[in-house]
């Protein structure tokens, strides 16, 4: 099954919780209750089924096995994140259920989830096909990492290293090179993530675009840049005498050295999120950034 022919009909589901959350724990067993009286396979990932006590139902995320035809992630962004870049492999349908503060990427709150489930079992819901980043890190001619990620790749420096250089280019075309505490690569998902606290621009999901953010550079003339996701972006790190390092979504950390390569292109495939009929993204912007506001 092509990630562009996600399934209509709801057969097996996977629930994933919250780490040590009481409340995501109860959701998970009310969305499990809900789902096994409609005839719907549930299996858990291994952390979810061993907190909810059903480890013959575990399932490892992103593994070899056939995946359900829907992931159900109760939490915050981050939990969605983590499984994102687990199935990104295998990508299907991810209904986020909301239990953190402000929740950009999860559609629904526990209140609502067993009617948005009921909903989705019948057929009436939409879906937005994410795209993510799929960022390798080349070091002295070899690949050494190579991951997909949803909202950003972050390249920083840690507490106490001093501004960095990071060079830039587009379509192997050389573009400038940042003095900065940083340089953020996001997509339109993550703008309203790191880079917008980085001062860069609210990207609306369904433009195929990514951002390049600087972080706190040192030169008011260096500004955000937004590229066609069918770009390849090159991060040459020509800094030799500080901690620097690469992190995906906030998420993931990867240590880096001085000429280290991270090259950055779109995800071969996207990132498949059920979208509520109930509230727009320009509502989701108003709720929870007040913006606009006076």
Same mark, same amino acid.
């Given at each position: 099954?092509?990630?562009?022919?996600?399934?209509?009909?709801?057969?097996?589901?996977?629930?994933?919780?919250?780490?040590?959350?009481?409340?995501?724990?109860?959701?998970?067993?009310?969305?499990?209750?809900?789902?096994?009286? %409609?005839?719907?396979?549930?299996?858990?990932?291994?952390?979810?089924?061993?907190?909810?006590?059903?480890?013959?139902?575990? %399932?490892?995320?992103? &593994?070899?096995?056939?995946?359900?035809?829907?992931?159900?992630?109760? $939490? $915050?962004?981050?939990?969605? !994140?983590?499984?994102? %870049?687990?199935?990104?492999?295998?990508?299907?349908?991810?209904? &986020?259920?909301?239990?953190? +503060?402000? #929740?950009?990427?999860?559609?629904?709150?526990?209140?609502?989830?067993?009617?948005?489930?009921?909903?989705?079992?019948?057929?009436?819901?939409? @879906?937005?096909?994410?795209? $993510?980043?799929?960022?390798?890190?080349?070091?002295? #001619?070899?690949?050494?990492?190579?991951?997909?990620?949803?909202?950003?790749?972050?390249?920083?420096? *840690?507490? @106490?290293?001093?501004?960095?250089?990071? =060079? !830039?280019?587009?379509?192997?075309?050389?573009?400038?090179?940042?003095? *900065?505490? #940083?340089?953020?690569?996001?997509?339109?998902? =993550?703008?309203?993530?790191?880079?917008? *606290?980085? =001062?860069?621009?609210?990207?609306?999901?369904?433009?195929?675009?990514?951002?390049?953010?600087?972080?706190?550079?040192?030169? !008011?003339?260096?500004?955000?840049?937004?590229?066609?996701?069918?770009?390849?972006?090159?991060?040459?790190?020509?800094? +030799?005498?500080?901690?620097?390092?690469?992190?995906?979504?906030?998420?993931? &950390?990867?240590? @880096?050295?001085?000429?280290?390569?991270?090259?950055?292109?779109?995800?071969?495939?996207?990132? @498949?999120?059920?979208?509520?009929?109930?509230?727009?993204?320009?509502?989701?912007?108003?709720?929870?950034?007040?913006? #606009?506001?006076?």
């Amino acid at each position: 099954m092509s990630a562009d022919t996600a399934p209509r009909t709801i057969a097996s589901v996977t629930i994933v919780a919250k780490r040590r959350a009481s409340e995501a724990r109860m959701a998970a067993r009310r969305c499990s209750r809900l789902l096994e009286r %409609r005839g719907v396979t549930v299996t858990f990932d291994p952390e979810t089924a061993r907190a909810l006590g059903r480890r013959r139902s575990s %399932r490892v995320l992103g &593994g070899r096995a056939t995946p359900p035809d829907l992931y159900v992630v109760i $939490g $915050g962004d981050g939990t969605l !994140l983590m499984v994102a %870049r687990s199935i990104a492999a295998q990508p299907r349908p991810i209904l &986020g259920v909301n239990l953190g +503060g402000l #929740g950009f990427l999860t559609e629904t709150g526990p209140d609502e989830m067993e009617e948005m489930l009921e909903e989705i079992l019948t057929g009436r819901w939409d @879906l937005d096909r994410r795209s $993510g980043l799929e960022v390798t890190v080349v070091r002295a #001619g070899r690949t050494i990492m190579r991951q997909m990620t949803l909202n950003d790749a972050v390249i920083n420096k *840690s507490a @106490l290293a001093r501004i960095i250089e990071i =060079g !830039l280019s587009i379509d192997r075309e050389q573009v400038t090179s940042y003095k *900065s505490d #940083g340089l953020i690569i996001s997509t339109p998902t =993550g703008s309203t993530a790191y880079s917008l *606290s980085a =001062g860069g621009p609210i990207v609306h999901p369904n433009l195929k675009a990514f951002l390049i953010t600087p972080i706190c550079p040192h030169t !008011l003339s260096m500004r955000p840049l937004v590229v066609p996701d069918d770009s390849l972006a090159e991060l040459t790190l020509r800094t +030799g005498d500080s901690e620097v390092y690469l992190t995906l979504d906030g998420q993931v &950390g990867h240590p @880096l050295k001085t000429k280290d390569r991270v090259r950055v292109r779109r995800s071969r495939q996207p990132i @498949l999120m059920i979208r509520s009929r109930r509230t727009s993204y320009f509502e989701v912007l108003r709720h929870k950034l007040h913006w #606009g506001e006076r």
